[in-house]
């Protein structure tokens, strides 16, 4: 029978400037009305600037890859996270992003992937020793374990140091509450209104992350400097070493600094997202569990999965497409028209807010078949692949892609056919997941399933 997971209901129409207000308060899913959800293009004013939303395929395209220059990232966006962020590559522009991104990839290539897997293995065996001991089938919140998982992953792969439970903890509480005090001070920002209390607070938030993120940058530079290097493989060393190839410079101490907090930022809180997510939905499926499990035991052939086994898990796979697609991380992008100019019948002025929704794409009516139900087969199927090609961006298209697509995916999989080759993963039906759009998609009530230890001979 057809499953259609939790989603936050759209209102009947557009609502007032007022109702729009209270609504983007708590979640900017709840200013979406039935028509956002079939309109190929949107206009919202707010007080003293328009806001347009684009959700037709060829406009997308032209935002994202053919003129990307003519849409930078939004100052909104800079503003939002700079807290957290800095001066990163996740909001900077032109010249300053293009250098940044040349040392970035260099972290980020295939070769570097392969080597940080087993240290992706160490923080899933750490992960499946806590979950053993609150296997017994009651009633159990994923989401927090995985923020802690994918968190710990971070850790070792960019700092090859694991994070404490500690540490986890008060990067989670933090986290959250940076995200509730951002999007309301961006929203009384937007409509005029007194920030400082609410920014304040998300201030005080992300500097308590950050520094749980820069002691420990701070002492590998000290290291270096006092000639005890050491020989660290991981994604910090990477960005240490790296030379612009046109420039010839690397990147100064205060600029690793924000590029870490970025990555241990941008690359945990998206993949704990999607995974809880993926095992709130992974729940109501037993059927395709059972399907995974298959998989994977005749992949591995019983034995601990290995780099080479994740491409060829299919079903886990598809799961965590469907995921991205009804729970992208990322709910939506802001970029900034540079010039004035014409899109549909609507006429943007310079500095506008020009959005682009993935969760708003991945939904619309006219993209996807059935696109609020969960269908990992979709993808298999030729309309379902067609659709993938116009309107499935996830992380995103063009020259700002993000950068750790190909890391978060070998996170993912590996973190999910662990968890059903172990557990039974069963729904608590009285916990209905209140789904809101915040910095990240995210549950207000938290994701429980049950776990139990799976019996492999009954599979
Ligand atoms: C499921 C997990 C993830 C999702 C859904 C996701 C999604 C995205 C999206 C949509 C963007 C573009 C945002 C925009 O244009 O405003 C982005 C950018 C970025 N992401 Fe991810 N991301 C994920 C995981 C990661 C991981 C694991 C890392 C690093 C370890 C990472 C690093 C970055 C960086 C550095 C950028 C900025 C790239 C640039 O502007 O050049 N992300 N991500």
Redesign the pocket.
């Known amino acids: 029978m057809a499953f259609i997971p939790a989603y936050p209901c759209p209102n009947k129409n557009k609502s007032s400037l007022l109702l729009r207000f209270l609504r983007g308060w708590r979640s900017w899913l709840d200013v979406l009305f039935e028509r956002s959800y079939r309109m190929k293009m949107g206009h919202y004013r707010l007080p003293g600037m328009d806001v347009y939303m684009v959700n037709e395929p060829e406009l997308v395209q032209k935002i994202l890859v053919k003129q990307p220059r003519n849409y930078p990232?939004h100052q909104l966006?800079h503003k939002m996270l700079a807290p957290l962020l800095g001066n990163?590559?996740?909001t900077t522009n032109n010249e300053v992003?293009e250098r940044?991104?040349r040392l970035?990839d260099q972290a980020?290539e295939q070769a570097r992937l392969k080597l940080v897997f087993p240290l992706m293995c160490d923080a899933v065996s750490v992960m499946l020793a806590r979950l053993d001991k609150v296997a017994d089938g009651s009633p159990y919140p994923v989401d927090e374990e995985m923020t802690h998982v994918t968190a710990d992953i971070?850790f070792r792969t960019?700092l090859t140091s694991p994070l404490s439970g500690r540490a986890a903890h008060d990067v989670f509480e933090n986290f959250n509450r940076f995200q509730q005090h951002t999007l309301r001070a961006t929203v009384l920002e937007l409509y005029h209104l007194p920030a400082w209390f609410s920014r304040r607070a998300s201030i005080r938030s992300a500097n308590t992350i950050r520094s749980v993120v820069s002691s420990v940058i701070r002492e590998r530079f000290d290291a270096r400097e006092r000639g005890e290097g050491g020989d660290y493989q991981d994604?910090l060393a990477a960005l240490m070493e790296a030379v612009d190839p046109v420039q010839g410079d690397s990147f100064s101490y205060p600029e690793v600094v924000d590029q870490i907090c970025?990555?241990f930022l941008?690359?945990?809180e998206?993949?704990a997202?999607?995974l809880a997510w993926s095992l709130y939905l992974l729940s109501n499926s037993p059927e395709l569990q059972h399907e995974m499990v298959e998989e994977i035991e005749s992949v591995t052939g019983g034995k601990a999965l290995a780099y080479g086994d994740l491409k060829k898990l299919r079903a886990t796979w598809n799961l965590f497409r469907e995921t991205?697609r009804l729970y992208?991380?990322?709910g939506f992008?802001?970029r900034e028209a540079v010039e004035s100019h014409c899109m549909r019948d609507k006429q943007i002025q310079p500095g506008s807010p020009v959005m682009v929704s993935?969760w708003l794409i991945h939904r619309h009516r006219e993209n996807w078949e059935r696109p609020d139900e969960f269908d990992p087969c979709r993808f298999e199927t030729e309309a379902g692949k067609e659709s993938a090609r116009n309107a499935y961006?996830?992380?995103?298209l063009g020259?700002?892609?993000?950068?750790?697509?190909a890391?978060?995916?070998q996170?993912?999989i590996l973190i999910l056919a662990s968890l059903v080759r172990r557990y039974e993963i069963t729904p608590v039906p009285e916990h209905v997941p209140l789904c809101v759009g915040r910095v990240t998609i995210r549950s207000d009530n938290g994701i429980k399933v049950r776990l139990k230890l799976r019996d492999l001979n009954r599979v």
């Open positions: 990232k966006m990163s590559i996740f992003w940044q991104r970035m980020f971070i960019i994604i970025m990555l941008a690359g945990h998206t993949s997202s999607a991205l992208p991380p990322v992008f802001v993935p961006l996830p992380f995103s020259e700002r892609v993000c950068i750790g697509a890391f978060a995916t996170e993912a």
